[in-house]
């Protein structure tokens, strides 16, 4: 999933891209397809970029 791009000659988080990721991770645009024990770290992995943006993941919202 692409949650970076390049900005100033830099790799950076983009909060659309994680925020396109997130989705995808609750079902969003059909779902992820990748194996289920790596889904609970790639989620644990984007919930920091929630978190830097200081937001919460979907997965972790009432």
Do not use: C, F, Q
Request: aromatic share 4%; charged share 30%; net charge positive.
């Amino acid at each position: 999933m692409l949650i970076a791009d390049v900005v100033d000659g830099r790799l950076r988080a983009v909060p659309r891209g994680v925020m396109a990721a997130g989705n995808v991770m609750v079902g969003g645009r059909g779902g992820v397809d990748m194996p289920s024990k790596d889904v609970d770290r790639a989620k644990s992995h984007l919930a920091k970029y929630y978190t830097k943006m200081g937001d919460e993941a979907p997965w972790e919202r009432d």
